[in-house]
T-cell receptor, first 116, second 115 residues
Framework: AQTVTQSQPEMSVQEAETVTLSCTYD???????LFWYKQPPSRQMILVIR??????QNATENRFSVNFQKAAKSFSLKISDSQLGDAAMYFC?????????????FGKGTKLTVNP | ETGVTQSPTHLIKTRGQQVTLRCSSQ?????VSWYQQALGQGPQFIFQ???????GRGNFPPRFSGLQFPNYSSELNVNALELDDSALYLC??????????????FGPGTRLTVT
């Protein structure tokens, strides 16, 4: 079964501090793509960061970085120097090729609150 | 914001009715995927269109159907609406299939309420 598990329904962090959101997934593929999306109250799903499974180096995008552990099928997101604008739902997802299509399989999300 | 647009923003329908949701893909993108996001859940894949053909479908009944037009815009049609169809419907566009692009750009969604 293709599943993504986000074990933290809610997380909170103080402004300027660091927070890590957890994600585990299940796939039998050896090459795949992983993503973190942010969904603020405006509902727009915004790509935060992506990781190619064949790359050993962890992806980084400014204050956002991932800890990708392929053997453990773990893909956590670290947000450094948290800002009020980081408050949102965060979804972990991976891309699956199936029947000629590419589909994203999402977790249930983690709601991040940033306290001033 | 991405260049993907969706209309309408909100919609209220009655059980048993039919609805059409629309999506304009980002310039240069030829693939459109539709997702259903129920309240408190992650998005679920409905289907994908590539060059006007459906090329993949999730676990949704046939009353969910779609179209893609020559300009790569797309429609999602839902017949015989049920209360459980109430959700946020997200459209995402991308370039090509496997090996060409892996990023899907999402639109702002259409909130459908079925009463």
């Amino acid at each position: 079964a293709q599943t993504v598990t986000q074990s933290q329904p809610e997380m909170s962090v103080q402004e300027a501090e660091t927070v890590t959101l957890s994600c585990t997934y299940d796939t039998s593929e050896s090459d795949y793509y992983l993503f973190w999306y942010k969904q603020p109250p405006s509902r727009q799903m915004i790509l935060v960061i992506r990781q190619e499974a064949y790359k050993q180096q962890n992806a980084t995008e400014n204050r956002f970085s991932v800890n990708f552990q392929k053997a453990a099928k773990s893909f956590s997101l670290k947000i450094s120097d948290s800002q009020l604008g980081d408050a949102a739902m965060y979804f972990c997802a991976y891309l699956v090729e199936e029947g000629g299509s590419e589909k994203l399989v999402f977790g249930k999300g983690t709601k991040l609150t940033v306290n001033p | 914001e991405t260049g993907v647009t969706q209309s309408p923003t909100h919609l209220i329908k009655t059980r048993g009715q039919q609805v059409t949701l629309r999506c304009s893909s980002q310039s240069g993108h030829n693939t459109v995927s539709w997702y259903q996001q129920a309240l408190g859940q992650g998005p679920q894949f409905i289907f994908q269109y590539y060059r006007e053909e459906e090329n993949g479908r999730g676990n949704f009944p046939p009353r969910f159907s779609g179209l893609q037009f020559p300009n790569y815009s797309s429609e999602l049609n839902v017949n015989a609406l049920e209360l459980d169809d109430s959700a946020l419907y997200l459209c995402a566009s991308s370039v090509g299939l496997a090996g060409m692009s892996y990023e899907q750009d999402f639109g702002p969604g259409t909130r459908l309420t079925v009463t």
